[in-house]
């Protein structure tokens, strides 16, 4: 499984409190070797938008740094009523803001081991005692221990301890099953972090089945912390199928933070949200989400995101998207931010003999960006951009084990560049050519071997560069549609035109895959 979340700064998804202004992606893979034993695999990536201009607050604090990778790798035993949760991660930060850390700089990364033991006790209760230990940090080493105990037919409980060198939790929660389609719960946590300071959580939320079809859910949050100060939100939403190819799905949620001194400037927010989808397959899939936040005070922000793919005939797709958000200060009388997307594609798939596939993409993006933003490095930030990008790609199987793959690129960007004080403005262009050549060759029915060579050609107002070199990468093959990739990275740049982002690539890398 894997997910990407990219939320802008002045943007609060409806189902994370914490997620403004930061892009997150991930990936899960997992592998049943035995009956007994399951090995899994877990990466995490998360970045901050702006680390050090006008962020989200909640945001820096809850990431710490202004990025945060960790990859886990965990072990799961069964034997009799014991299980055993064998695991190691790695996590790296770079621009730390802690105060103890240097600024700009990439920490080392945090290697922790842990290992869990789960005894059931009997149908009804299951203990647990677990120590994490920080083998870069001693700070890290954390003991903890819970139960979970089904009082009744309907009603389970829970409590959990944890006590490390600098920090402590301790949560209880009970829920409990109201009727055949309902539960409802309750958690309560109490924390002492050097992040959070002291803080405590309740949470008090009911899932109803209305129908085979259709759910309500609904969810309070009440939050005290020394550091993030006190704030609440209200979540209600209703998730529905009308009928075998319909579904549909809204949301409410009021966020009040008027006493968080940490997340001055922030105001009640009322956040509506609603996404329908159509799914016929093998024909049409398509879905439509629309959402529109305010506060109490003048600012008010839209956003929507229309996509669908069709079947033209067995071989050939046509997709397309359109994706448009706006929002604007009233009281200024101006917009703070506007993001236009046109994308259309078509792609040949053929179902005889799929020797040959292709793929081609045309995108129209127009991004002015939320007023104020700086550079983390002081000088220039781009404060609109508009740019055409044209790319094509496609795979040929020269023989059994060969296969050659080739990608183009162009991208023709007009943007605008601001200084740290908003005042001068200086125009740029820039055209980028990118060439992606790579072969691949299947070691055995599971494992593949890939050598690539790269061409990134900028031509602009203030850059003319030529950069070039190779990438290697083993893919292995979990199942027939999904593989993951090991390799290095001799360049810097992506396999997308994502590198005028000035977001560095060269490395290790690894990557899930998945074809349909």
Not at 500 to 511: I, P, Q, S, W
């Amino acid at each position: 499984s894997a997910y990407v979340r990219m939320i802008d700064k002045n943007f609060s998804p409806a189902d994370g409190l914490f997620d403004s202004g930061s892009r997150k992606y991930g990936w899960e893979v997992g592998h049943r070797w035995s009956p007994s034993d399951k090995l899994r695999f877990i990466y995490e990536d998360s970045e901050l938008e702006d680390a050090t201009g006008s962020i989200n607050a909640s945001s820096r604090n809850e990431l710490t740094a202004s990025r945060v990778q960790n990859f886990t790798t965990q072990w799961v035993h069964e034997f009799e009523k014991l299980f055993f949760f064998t695991e190691y991660r790695r996590q790296n930060k770079k621009n730390s803001f802690s105060l103890v850390d240097e600024p700009d700089a990439i920490t080392d990364g945090d290697n922790i081991l842990a290992e869990k033991v789960e005894y059931r006790v009997s149908d009804n209760t299951t203990v647990f005692a677990g120590q994490q230990l920080g083998l870069s940090d001693s700070e890290d080493n954390i003991t903890s221990a819970g139960i979970t105990h089904k009082i009744t037919e309907d009603v389970s409980l829970s409590m959990r301890g944890a006590v490390g060198q600098d920090r402590n939790a301790a949560l209880i929660g009970i829920e409990r099953q109201t009727g055949p389609n309902s539960s409802e719960y309750m958690n309560y946590i109490v924390a002492d972090t050097p992040l959070d300071g002291r803080s405590s959580t309740t949470s008090h939320g009911t899932n109803t089945q209305l129908s085979t079809n259709s759910t309500l859910r609904r969810e309070r949050n009440f939050v005290t912390s020394d550091v993030r100060g006190v704030y609440n939100s209200n979540l209600t939403g209703l998730r529905t199928q009308w009928s075998p190819r319909w579904d549909f799905d809204a949301s409410y949620e009021r966020r009040e933070e008027a006493l968080d001194e940490n997340l001055k400037g922030e105001t009640p927010r009322d956040a509506f949200s609603g996404t329908l989808s159509y799914n016929e397959p093998d024909r049409l899939k398509a879905y439509s989400k629309l959402e529109y936040r305010t506060d109490n005070s003048s600012d008010w922000q839209i956003f929507t995101d229309n996509q669908a793919e069709m079947k033209v005939s067995r071989d050939w797709a046509l997709f397309g998207e359109y994706e448009y958000s706006q929002g604007k200060d009233e009281s200024l009388g101006f917009s703070s931010s506007r993001i236009d997307k046109k994308q259309i594609g078509l792609a040949y798939r053929p179902t005889d003999n799929d020797r040959f596939n292709w793929l081609f993409k045309y995108t129209h993006l127009q991004d002015d960006r939320p007023w104020g933003l700086t550079s983390p490095d002081g000088g220039f930030s781009t404060s609109k951009s508009v740019y055409d990008e044209v790319a094509t790609e496609f795979a040929f199987d020269i023989s059994p084990r060969f296969q050659w793959v080739e990608k183009l690129a162009y991208r023709d960007e007009d943007l605008t560049a601001v200084d740290i004080n908003n005042v001068i403005e200086t125009p740029q262009s820039v055209e980028a050519y990118l060439m992606v050549h790579r072969l691949n060759y299947h070691l055995t029915n599971k494992l593949d071997a890939a050598a690539e060579f790269r061409v990134l050609r900028l031509d602009g107002s203030d850059v003319n560069t030529l950069e070039y070199g190779p990438l290697f990468e083993f893919t292995y093959q979990i199942r027939g549609s999904v593989a993951i990739g090991f390799g290095y990275n001799f360049t810097s740049f992506k396999d997308d035109l994502s590198v005028l982002d000035k977001r560095k690539a060269e490395g290790v890398f690894v990557r899930v895959q998945a074809k349909y």
